[in-house]
């Protein structure tokens, strides 16, 4: 492989071999895999404690107000919110099952 890569190119510099090797072993590819599982379970955190939040807020507003119609748009408020932390902590549990799938964990056998 790098016999070959000399062949094709008069000047080889040793950053040429680096690359080729890294291709070669797919490391590049998993950093890349591995770097985009961490942003995306970072950002599935941050907006689940930012909705936690804002759930905890409307919550203490409900409670606190004696208006009917307040209260009631605020409990619809509040059950949006709730089916919003379900799909956030669904996709949290994905991105869970693909990391277990990619470590060698995981072993899905398909039916023929």
């Known amino acids: ?19 080729l090797l890294l291709q070669k072993s797919g490391f590049d590819r998993f950093s890349e ?3 985009n599982h961490f ?4 950002t599935t955190i941050k907006v689940y404690s930012l909705i936690l939040r804002l ?9 606190n107000t004696g208006n009917s119609n307040e ?3 605020l409990g619809k408020a509040i059950q949006e919110i709730d089916d919003l ?3 956030v902590k ?4 994905v991105i869970d099952i ?11 056998e398909t039916e023929e």
């Open 71 to 73: 209260k009631y748009a």
């Open 55 to 63: 759930s905890t807020e409307i919550r203490k507003t409900a409670n």
């Open 33 to 35: 895999v591995l770097q």
């Open 90 to 93: 669904l996709q949290s549990d």
């Open 1 to 19: 492989m790098i016999i070959e890569l000399m062949k094709k190119k008069a000047q080889i510099q040793i950053a040429d071999i680096q690359k």
């Open 85 to 87: 932390i379900r799909f």
């Open 98 to 108: 693909a990391k277990i799938y990619y470590e060698g964990q995981l072993d899905i």
């Open 39 to 42: 942003v995306q379970q970072s």
